[in-house]
């Protein structure tokens, strides 16, 4: 059956002398893995639909299986990812993280939107660190992980100074923080920022700017839940965490 989707391709993979294997990740039924034929040569009408990032209409030829890839409309290249090697790489972990979490025709708008406005946000020149750490607290419900962000795990206070508990899963107040010897110390700040990544609406971002010793408490804090909970490694992840230590150099 011919059928039209709107997506972002998430993964693109050369397949022989001509064709590549992309998935395309869209509104109507998430994941949708289709072949395109004879994209790899220049000429082809489906070398720049089935590039990497790009966001469009794709028609696929769907049946058991890898789909075909029919024709594809260019809504936008997110050229802004390509651009740039630091974005690349953002945008890169983002997809993999999609395309790793989801099963093949299980529609999620949820997280369509989500991938779609991250995406956006990354190419249109938002800190690209901020963004990528809203995306992987937005990320949680998805993989079904529900940390708690609201008060603490143990006693349920909303008011007092809290730490962030791996083994609580979630934060914990100052009155119950030697019930979890390991509990990680982040400043207020960095919970506040956590929660807000947690629960607001996407639609809703303004201008956030956080200093890097925040961001540094922000990025230990995920790294440690997904490592505990996730269950998930990711190639391009590792990319990004060498990517910034070089940049610590630079
Ligand atoms: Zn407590």
Redesign the pocket.
């Known amino acids: 059956m011919l059928k039209k989707f709107e997506g972002i391709v998430i993964r693109t993979t050369d397949f022989g002398e001509s064709h590549k294997i992309t998935a395309i990740y869209s509104r109507e039924a998430g994941k949708v893995p289709a072949m395109a034929r004879g994209a790899k040569k220049t000429n082809s009408r489906l070398a720049a639909v089935s590039q990497l990032f790009t966001y469009g209409y794709f028609l696929v030829q769907t049946g058991h299986g890898l789909g075909t890839l029919q024709q594809g409309e260019i809504i936008s290249p997110l050229r802004g990812l390509k651009e740039d090697i630091f974005k690349t790489a953002y945008a890169s972990y983002i997809v993999e993280m999609v395309d790793r979490s989801t099963q093949d025709n299980e529609p999620n708008p949820y997280l369509f939107e989500l991938l779609h406005q991250s995406l956006n946000y990354i190419s249109d020149g938002y800190d690209p660190d901020i963004i990528t750490h809203i995306f992987e607290m937005k990320m949680l419900q998805v993989l079904g992980l529900y940390p708690e962000m609201k008060r ?1 795990s ?2 349920g ?1 909303t008011e ?1 100074s809290f730490g962030f508990s791996i083994k609580e899963n979630g934060l ?2 100052h ?2 923080q030697e019930r979890d010897p390991h509990f990680l110390p982040i400043s207020q700040n960095a919970v506040k920022l956590l929660r807000l990544f947690y629960y607001f609406d996407l639609n809703r971002l303004g201008t956030i700017s956080v200093k890097q010793e925040t961001k540094n408490e922000l990025k230990k804090a995920i790294d440690l839940y997904y490592e505990e909970y996730s269950g998930l490694h990711f190639k391009s992840k590792r990319f990004l965490d060498q990517m910034d230590s070089l940049k610590d150099k630079m």
């Open positions: 603490c143990l006693c206070a007092g914990i107040c009155r119950c």
